[in-house]
Structures are given as C-alpha cells and as structure tokens.
C-alpha cells in the first residue's frame, strides 16, 4: 500500500477561493475585511511568516496592516497599540506574531486582543468557546488539520483518533474538535508509555510533538489518515514532519507531507477567521 498525499498546497488554494468568493460578498455591500498582524523584533522565522499572511491577504482582496516594532518596545506600548486596533472599525482581526521578547508577558498580550478579533483563537474566551461546544474561532492549525481530513474524504465520526502532542496552539484545540465531530479521542504525548501501542489504534492520527520524525512505518495503523504538523529543520537544511514520511506512506491509507501539507493551510484559515470576524460586523 503506498498512501494518498493529502496536497495541501492545492487544497489550500480551493480553500482561499471559497472564501474570497464571501469576502467579495462583504466588499459589495462596502466592507473589506481587515487583518492587522503585529511583529516585535526581528524573529527571522516570524518575519517569513507575517509576510506570508500579508500575501494571503493580498491574494483575496483584504486589507491588511503590518505592523512592525523594535525588540525593545516596552510591554505597555504595544498593549496600546492593540487597545487602538482594537476600536479601529477597518480592522477586523488582530494577531500578534508569537514569540514575542522575553520582556513582554505574551499571555497579558494574547488577553488584550478583542475576543470578537482574535481570529487566532487564543483568547481565554474563545478557548472557552471550544471547550463548551461553541465555537466561535478555532486556532488556525487544527482548524486547518480539520479541513484537510474533511477535504480528504476521511469519516470522522465514531473514529479513534489519537492525538500526539498537548500544546495549548495544536494538540489540546485538535482534540476537541475531533470530539465535537463524534470521534473517540485519545491524547498522548512524546512520553507516554509504551506510544506505539495508542497510534497502532488509531483511525485518525495527528501528531505535533516538534520532534522530527518520531513516529515511524510501524507505529501506524494500516489505512490509517495521518496528519504530520510538525516541522523540523534537519542538519542538512531539508525540512521534515514529526513523522518519518518515507516509512509511514506505505502503511497509512492517506497522508500530509511536510512541507506543503498542513502548513499552507495554517495561513488559509487565518484568512477565514478574519472574513468570518468581518460577516459578524456586517451581520
């Protein structure tokens, strides 16, 4: 068996297109939904990736702020400058590109954002949102995960799925959103005992640990959809997955590569949280 690659690259574009057409929608009707992003320092892994979200937002018609401040900017100016932004009517999401220096408390920083414009879904409020079932915005990478398995054709519902990794950005929203698709969910992490044992039972299994290519051929399920979020740099400069991809897609019924899997729709999905904050505004 050699798996299906999951392209996300392609869906991610057909993705963007179903959303540009509502965001057109808005623009008819004179309101252009707006994204400001915000950039303290000189992170240069922060600074591909805030250009990558202007660029998105270029491509559907949006507006966008780049917002860039010096390393040294004290914490109070730049909660300042979210307070205006977020009283500012042409702004409809806000995201601040994380990490932010080690002098600024980055979870005052997430908090100050309007919950109606953290089209990041970080805001204890949307959190909560999730948790209870009533979700307002979803944290952009397993928002993306989730719409690559849909997009995939995998069945979610009545499904084991085990999710490596806790984080409060991947593995906690991830697993909650598989449970609000019916499925029965595990959650694992890089030292649970005896790891091969839950992702050999996994119909579904997402794995986002930061530790390159960890889970190999044999810890997987034949059939399984296997949805790769990390992404490492190895010593000679190539990119990988917390998966090891070679061995792995000969066993898996369907899975993402890194690159050019989950991560184009990381940046797909911050688009439609800011066009959906915007259909909110409009009503």
Not at 66 to 89: F, G, K, Y
Not at 96 to 106: A, D, E, Y
Not at 142 to 161: D, T
């Amino acid at each position: 068996m050699t798996a299906k690659i999951i392209d996300g690259k392609t869906i991610a574009q057909e993705v963007r297109a179903e959303w540009k057409v509502r965001a057109d929608a808005l623009k008819a009707r004179g309101i252009t939904p707006g994204l400001a992003v915000i950039i303290v320092g000189e992170d240069p892994a922060s600074k591909v990736y805030v250009a990558n979200k202007v660029k998105a937002c270029a491509e559907l018609g949006l507006h966008s702020e780049h917002v860039v401040m010096s390393a040294d900017t004290p914490e109070a100016t730049l909660l300042a400058r979210i307070e205006a932004l977020n009283n500012d009517p042409k702004i409809h999401g806000i995201l601040v590109q994380l990490p932010v220096p080690k002098h600024i408390n980055s979870d005052k920083v997430l908090n100050a954002i309007s919950p109606d414009k953290d089209v990041d879904g970080f805001h204890p409020m949307n959190v909560g949102a999730l948790a209870t079932g009533n979700m307002r915005f979803a944290p952009c990478t397993p928002y993306g995960a989730m719409k690559l398995l849909e997009k995939a054709g995998v069945s979610i519902e009545g499904k084991h799925a085990v999710v490596v990794g806790r984080s409060n950005i991947v593995g906690k929203p991830m697993a909650l959103m598989l449970l609000q698709q019916n499925a029965t969910v595990t959650i694992c992490t890089s030292r649970t005992v005896d790891l091969a044992k839950f992702t050999r039972d996994a119909d579904i299994l997402v794995v986002a640990t930061g530790k390159a290519r960890m889970i190999t051929g044999d810890m997987i399920k034949p059939g399984a959809a296997v949805i790769d979020v990390g992404i490492n740099r190895m010593d000679n400069g190539k990119l990988c997955g917390d998966v090891d991809f070679d061995s792995a897609k000969e066993v898996a019924g369907c899975i993402t590569p890194v690159p050019g899997g989950v991560g184009p729709m990381t940046i797909t999905m911050l688009v439609a949280n800011t066009v959906q904050a915007a259909e909110w505004v409009a009503g």
